[in-house]
């Protein structure tokens, strides 16, 4: 069976989207071929720095004949309707159609349409055009002559040339016809652009890959890896050395070569004085080279790069040049690092903290300055439940941030938090607000570490509440595919520190102390004056309960932290003042007077410049199920079941304690997996189906009083009710006291007399008070189990 | 003035600063391309000068090579710092339209000033540019020797907010760094610029040292930055001013393009030392590039309506 083979050579493709333009490439190419009716055996694409390869193996040389039925219009139907049906069916006359009929519809025409299969060489002459024209490229440009039109072709860099070659072993393959923007598909590539730089005609895979490798291109990324990988080892191994792995740089690194040559370089020792983690950013960031540690562990000074040719003098020009400039590299580092010790030596009460009120944070959230003032002051207020002590959070808090204004971060981003841990240390304060100083960012995604130490985790915390309830305040949440502010990971975060260090505390307390420290900024302080007609604002309605301050002249004024606010009420901020609801839609922003003193009418100016931030109670129940939806994808990862989430969240309760959510899940987890636990299932499941039957009849809600003790007949039900009874006063104090366990000891205590009552009774009893008794009892069952989970919501 | 007798060494590219630039220029003006001096104004890179800036626009063929000193008032360190000056030199080639061996022409421009690819190990790592005054972008790459960057190779899509037909390939070569590696020397003020030896040598430092000290000193504490709001304002008016005079000529072409596109020039310098000088915050500094970036379109859409932009 004939093979493809098709190769797109191009100038220099981004490392970072080879890979994904390989399987583009093959999902393109086999997807339009399954369309045609087409099947192969199978097909492998590579990239490297200047090509694209396709190769697909076993496909027909034909395209299967397909033969189609087309049911026309009856027998004797109007001129029209033939006419059309004939067109239709590309029929000349009716003679060619034959005449069915059925019952139904009496006797009709019927064309049946043969199309013989194309040769799989013409399909593909449409295919591979119409793949390069439609190439999902992260970016695409034009170039050339040809560009002066806008219709030329786009590719991700110019496309310089197309090799499409189709047939079977046995033969001579042929080229498949067809050209792109003057650009004709062929038989010729090119070999490395430096050391084998001449035509290369090709048949099929099998020399093609051959003569690439003479040529001096490993075409498959996963060897070129593989070869780095080695021979990085080795070199490494034999200086008793070892690479410090880095599996993102050797991606890259193996997107940038045709020809891997790794070689050794070194640098001065003096440069080990910085920090290990800054030199390796500086060698990985600016010069993409890998870093290497000693039989202790600590770095060594040699550092390998990847080259793409073999030089005619072994690489030394080579090693020489990339160690001037990574000498110079590591000498701006070390200037930074000495730099960045002096002044956090030098400014010992911090005051560059001052500086942070330049930078903004975001445009509605105020600026970094305004965001480190409310983490400090939300950590405080965690300690009460975190425990941690007062004083080192406060300084931890304070400085958290501090390192981004450091020369070594403003360089390599990645070292944050790092950096601060590091330079705090070297001042002499405390290690777990240095720790804190690096821990606060964590956890930074599913598979990082939690913070244990207290500090570290009021400070984390406090991060991520006010990240998060802040862009809630200002409606920006996640939608979709789009987290830019990453909301998502900071909710997980926070479910992590809450749940791994046992912090039991409310959502919704959570988000109160921090929503309304989201708008009460620097910036913001209330400026309302009572002087005279000219006010354009009265006091919001929800604060006029507190008492006014007077300023020197004796003007009224009201403090931003005296303000009471109503939680259900949203926020507006017009300009410095301080609004509320209602005040924007009052009279009172009807006419507002201008400078000269003529009434203008600016409600649409003013209320297009407010910025509004949502009332506590809307993201404090948006972001309850925020977290829940966070909480159950976290445990379904975790291997927990899903629906016992969704049953445990069923309760009818806030569940606002995420830590208790969680001890719940996992209870009724271990609960389920007891044989009490699933025959109680059970016997609520049969119970629950016999009560919606019934409700059918009845209605909703029609069993929901108590049982009465008279009523029951049968000792199965006395024992029944009896057992409800105390099962349901049992789960509540054990609940009460969050003590899962005890909870589910008690429901498991149900499961004889459950089995009993379905054992003895028929529920649907003649008497129809009898009757609506037992479906009373099934009721309270029902209501009993629903205080530990919806079981109606375990699947099983 | 005796003069001045040295062999042939002292204009090698490897041995000179200036015969760094002499061989590149030979080189360039070999493969057909005019080649213009320095615009005479303050630019913070060759893409500034009207034969980048205007010439990519508009569908007639131009190939043009030049040096350009550029000054970026913030970048400079009182000639403390061996790699970093507030005033240095770019070498910049614009091909429109781009040819297909323009990859293979830089190359080629590489061994002429002796970086010989059998030994060095050349590559193109992606590194889409973009200009934010100018309203501009492209794709194209950082080239490297050896794990330095010496040049930047840009396919223009877009310039002066307009779209390029035909795009033109630019080429920018960072001189200094250049010659400190073909130099072998680690420190920019000691590059050799004019290939002597002995007395006779001049270094880049013995040229420039004392004007980036004074220069530095301008940027960050002298210079007048009410006159400097002033001058960008102006700049501003008088761009736009000019713009409108020049409208409807002959057959509706545009007859003040060239003068208008100085205004923007001097507005964006204008702004680069009031951005050195720290008195423009974050918030602002967004809104006066995106000033510049309106007069530099402007310029763009006007110089499509003259006979070198293409105007029928």
Redesign the interface.
Known sequence: MPDLLFELFS??I???MQKQASEDLKRLVTNALVEAGVTYEGAQAYAT?RRLALHVVGLPARQPDTREERKGPRVGSPEGAVQGFLKAAGLASLDQAKIESDPKKGEFYVAVIEKPGRPTLDLLAEILPATIRAFPWP????????????ASLRW???L?AILATFGAETEEPEIVPFAVDGLAAGNITYGHR?LAPAEIRVKRFEDYAAKLEAAKVVLDPARRKEIIRQDARNLAFAQGLEVVEDEGLLDEVAG??EWPVVLMGRFEDAFLDVPGEVIRATIRAN???FVLRGPDGRLASRFL?V???E???GGA??I???E?????RLSDAKFFWETDKKVWREDTGFTRLERFK???FHEKLGSQWDRIERIRALAKELCAVTGADLEKVDLAARICKLDLQTEVVGEFPEVQGLMGRIYAGQIGLDPSVAAACEEHYKPVGPGDSVPKDPVSTTVALADKLDTLVGFWAIDEKPTGSKDPYALRRAALGVIRLLVENGVKVGVTNLVSWTHPRIYRRADFVLRYVKKDQDDLFDVPSWHMDIGPRYDEEGNEYYYFDDVKYASNEDVYIYKDHLIGDDDLFSFRLQILKDPNGNGMDRRAEIAASCQRFLSLEKVASDLLSFFHDRLKVMLRDQGARHDLVDAVLGNGEANDDLLLVTRRVNALGHFLETEDGTSLLAGFKRAANILRAEEKKDGEGAFEAAADPALCREPSEKALLEALSKAGEAAGIALGKADFEAAMRAMAALRGPVDAFFEAVLVNAEDPAIRRNRLALLATLRRVTRQVADFSRIAG | MTALTHGPDALRPDRSFQGLILTLQRFWAEKGCVILQPYDMEVGAGTFHPATTLRALG?RPWNAAYVQPSRRPKDGRYGENP?RFQHYYQFQVILK????NL?ELYLESLYAIGID??????????D?WESPTLGAW????ECW????EVSQFT?F?QVAGQ?????A?ELTYGLERLAM?LQGV?NGFELNFNGLEGDAKVTYGDVFRQAEQEYSRHNFEYANTEKLFRNFAEAEAECRALLAAGEGGEGQRHRQVLPAYDQCIKASHAFNLLDARGVI???ERQSYILRVRELAKACGAAWVKTEAGGAA
Request: proline share 10%; hydrophobic share 35%.
């Open positions: 100038e220099e981004p490392a970072r720095p970016k695409s440009m034009r170039w050339g002559a040809a560009s002066t039109s806008s991700v860099r110019p310089r430096f940038l070569v010069q993409k080279c790069l080259s793409n040719i030089a005619k003098d020009t080579i020489a040049g990339n001037r400039v990574i000498r110079a330049n930078v903004t | 569908p790699n339209p781009s040819p297909p990859q690819p059998a030994l060095h190990d050349l590559r193109f790592v992606e889409d492209g794709l194209g790459w020797c050896d794990g330095m396919y899509q779209e390029c037909a035909p795009v390939g590696y680690d915050s974050v918030t």
